[in-house]
């Protein structure tokens, strides 16, 4: 079985790797705050001290970082993947970036003759806990294909989307459009409760019909019971839709009511709630709505 | 059993009547273009010459009609129900409609000693043909408990949710949804388009995440095949659109998002796409992007 | 000289019944609340009871009201214009409406032989006071040369549009520009203030560019000075721009930045700013930045 | 006098080296395509092969360049400013870059002991050729007041407004205005002209009203008479707007009515009108309005 190194142990990374040791694989973590790495060790797990001596002995290497400054640190940095990953190994990064990242990380493993995948991930803590998330992969088909495996043992499904880059713009698009199906959402219960009508019934009726999504139930649920823990944060999300924003613009494609809902993002984070789940972003509807918002 | 009047035979009335009949129930039928009645005389309804005739013996009236002057004709006009309907019985609109036309309706039937509901229904040409419709009900709920097996035998769920307009309302709302998430699926297609990726692989993911919903396979479908085969007319969603933005305006609420998918609308229905299908609108996206737009 | 009827004193009505009587006309005045009809009384006016009363033996009649309900009332309604306006006279809608109002004042004046204009104002109170209003005008030219002496004692410039509706329908389309230069300039101020500048020296700049306006003066003035006493209310905006939002949706229009301007206010009337200036709308913009909005 | 180097000899960069010959300043000029330093040689420059050449022996240094890559290079670039710049000089900045670029320029400068301006201009040919340009400048005051009777040969106002940076952000505000009031004017020129009214009498009225504007009169004629010859392109407008945007993105402001304004730049871009005037992007509205589009 290959030996991996899994970096980046939040919510999502603790979750594949733990997958990755269930399923019998021997697993080197690293987190930059390394007390997340104690389950994990507990679980079978080597801890390296440094992202490089997480890798020096690793033939496939899976990160899971929270936003491209972080990948410049542990890929590109002092002590980084990059000044001591081994030729003939394989990369993958599981984050959500812009395509251009995967790129710059491409060429850099290239030079190093190390294979690439860009492979962000949808779903969320449930997802990652029980192996159910799905990925979105690209770079080398047969890469993709040699991987598949290790990949299964903590996806649902897995999907094979081109060349490098495909799969960050894959994972861009799906959250732009979760995002606008939870304004949508929003603007559809602020209208609801104006009109009178009981938050929970209108919940009933979107569970059922023809335009149902796990999304309305789910974020239905956080906004009647007034529960914004967070287990996806506001802040991460605007960074999200940023990015999108971004790829919109070096593509010149146009979205208008994303941009919209980039908007309603912005003002909740300027309330103070960028810290708080990313659901939260209703309460600026609630807000321009006139409503005394609760938290 | 109670006598019913069914009146306007469109894709969506048609299929109720019919659900009626298969149920049991006696049905009177009218429909503006008379021949719309035939299929349903051959399942053993009565047809009637006009509003008036058809509402004359029945115990519960039933309709559902394109637009507010529908009503206004059928309604309130000249042999209209209200100038035959007898006092004592029950009638259901189930066009989508404005909450103030529920009002003037529940008010002129009142005069009349007539109960009212407004009970708009969620689905489309399938869910009417098998009776798997979802109806969203406001009036009286001893008037909905009355009716309800009625109802039952096409809608897989029927909702109370509260006095007079309710039903109107959510079905706006609902709609309001759709529209948005249409919205997002065109935006995220093209974006996905301009990036590269293959369009059948993107409604792959979309099928299978938690943010997928019955409508990225739908709409994407249509998309991927070129389809815009008229089920539901481009022109009507730009009318529910445009009763949205009403109710919206009425109510003083926040609507960004869905007062972009107006705007898209909009542009779509004046490059005269208006008789096609609904979901047509993502053309106007791909027309803003700089593609050569094809039917 | 023409006996003048002049109905509806608010600031601006006030200020052009004023000017019709120093240039020497005589004026018979009315209004809702008749104390306003002091002041032009002691100019020499004639109080009338009701504007039954008031065009009872005007030549012309001129009326300016704040809305459709009022104009529906004092031209429709009982004791109203039309129950006692003769015939060969000329009546004269110096307010902002829907040209389909426009339109419905037109036939039914016609149908008393009598001629109309519909000929909003552009300008605020101090050019109502000053007679230096412009007036924009859809009806019959002929009629509009009739009268243009005495449209002349108000107003700086008098443009004739063309037939009915097309004063009203400019005055909804100069209130659009209006209201997005408003929100340019809230937009560009709160950016400025987050990004260190000094709002007085940004305002300085606006003064002189090659985009200025009297917009950004007057405006920018009441933004540093948080100076936002009522001279138009800003619930009168918010009526405005529906009016403009029902034109365009007739039309089917495309107006991005309009809706979003009507967001804005929207969310400014929602905090409960209606009462306070127009301008007070760019509060909103504020309260999204995340400041703590002064009042 | 300072003997100055103009670099970047575009239609603005070529107006104020002229002014500068005209006061009396003795100018070295340099351009990319050195066939545009011919007019202003023949008026007394003296012409440089490099940027490293012409500020050689240069009191003051001055550029307006196209974008912040032709900034990248002629400031950091090899024979660049930076390569040859002496010790104790000044440099200023004239075009429109995000402020990040100022301090980048700021912090390499500091490093060579040369001091320096963010100082872009508004203004177009005419004011550049006039001496009539509004320049608006961030850095040490001291050193504004230094250079101002510079400045001052081609500048009708010089507005200083704070450290590094500040003009920069001015000039990004500006320009965001100027884009926001072209759209307000495209939005009301399609609507009336849906509504039937004649495009020149709109523009005689906006011409006098109370927020009329130099924008509404200059961009309007090219409306009216479909002049759409490149002053200023509007694929460099869409560049501003992307600017804009991420200003606003940097200090999450709230900008909605300028994300519509991007969109619709967007649209028109990818019609492929982006060599065409900056104006032309109200073509887009126009489209969208269902117009067959006139180049």
Known sequence: MERIAYLGLGIMGSGMASNLLKAGYPVTVWNRSPESCKPLVEQGATQAQTPAQAVQSADVIIYCLSNEQAV???VFGQDGILSNVQSGKIAINTSTVHPDTSHQEAAAY???????????????????ICGGLWIVVGGKQDV?????????????TAHYLGDTGKGACMKLIGNSIVATQIEALGEAMVLAT???????????????V????PVFDGVG?????????TSFALKHLLKDVNLIARLAQDLNSPMPAAAMVRETIKTAV???????????FIKALELEAGAIVKS
């Open 210 to 213: 023809d335009f149902r999504s």
């Open 110 to 128: 290239a030079q190093k003759n190390v294979e690439f995948l860009d492979a962000p991930v949808f779903g969320s803590k449930n997802e990652a």
């Open 72 to 74: 410049e640190d542990v």
């Open 270 to 280: 300027n309330q103070g709630w960028g810290e708080e789940n990313a659901t939260a």
């Open 144 to 156: 993709f294909e040699r991987v598949k495996p290790i990949l299964q043992t903590f996806t649902a």
């Open 194 to 208: 104006k009109a009178g009508l009981n938050p929970k019934d209108v919940l009933d009726v979107l569970h059922v």
């Open 221 to 229: 649920q956080t906004l009647v019971n007034r529960d914004f823990t």
